[in-house]
């Protein structure tokens, strides 16, 4: 619900309404809530309860430049690695992912990038590497849904397509590793476009 957008940045958690609504108990909700607060999703605030964690502009922009820095680093460490089924495997996720685009079922696409993120990740074979992206997965997730909105993100997806498979079957780890960071970049100048058009909104309605 958090990542999906249901519930918003800031938001307070009612604990007895989503209780309620997921059909579980108050034992398992508070793990959940743990698990969240863990991956940077919720705040505990005591005395006050739980709430969506509503990140600054600054702070979205460090978790993108630190995405860059592992998903690179990923990137050199398994082309080398790749045979040419990983790279027809990688193929047919991003095929996918640019069909679901054009059908315009954002949900899809995002499970098939998601896929392919971590299908390179895997295949870097460093587990410090696979772990600290899977600690960054779920706030990667919310804004991954926020730049799905992009009107031309579709076809902007196919050209990357091309020219990731291409480096990929080339084994070229210097231009996969550029396209992999000017990909995340691409998101990255989505996502703030899309926090400083909503600040305006809110201070908008603020002001009136």
């Known amino acids: 619900m958090i990542v999906s957008g249901e519930l918003e940045p800031g938001a307070a958690l009612d604990e007895r309404a989503l209780i309620a609504k997921l059909s579980v108990s108050r034992t398992p909700f ?3 809530i743990g698990t969240l607060e863990k991956a940077g999703l919720v705040e505990i605030k005591p005395y006050r309860g739980f709430f969506v964690r509503a990140l600054s502009r600054k702070q979205v922009e460090d978790l993108y430049e630190l995405r860059k820095t592992l998903e690179c680093f990923a990137v050199r460490l398994a082309v080398p690695r790749m045979t040419d089924a990983d790279v027809d495997r990688f193929e047919t996720v991003l095929d996918r992912a640019v069909t679901a ?4 079922d954002m949900a899809a696409y995002a499970e098939h990038d998601r896929s392919f993120h971590e299908g390179v990740a895997t295949l870097a074979d460093n587990h410090a590497l ?3 992206l899977e600690r960054l997965a779920l706030q990667i997730q919310v804004f991954r ?3 799905n909105r992009s009107a031309d993100l579709a076809e ?3 050209l990357e397509r091309d020219r990731i498979l291409a480096a990929f079957r080339n084994r070229d780890v210097e231009y996969a590793s550029a396209l992999m960071r000017e990909h995340i970049a691409d998101v990255q100048q989505v996502v703030m476009a ?3 058009a909503n600040e305006m909104s809110r201070e908008g309605m603020t002001g009136a």
Not at 101 to 104: F, V
Request: aromatic share 0%; net charge positive.
């Open 30 to 32: 508070r793990e959940a």
């Open 101 to 104: 685009l054009r059908q315009g």
């Open 130 to 132: 696979v772990e600290a």
């Open 145 to 147: 849904v926020m730049a």
């Open 156 to 158: 902007r997806a196919a």
């Open 194 to 196: 899309a926090l400083a």
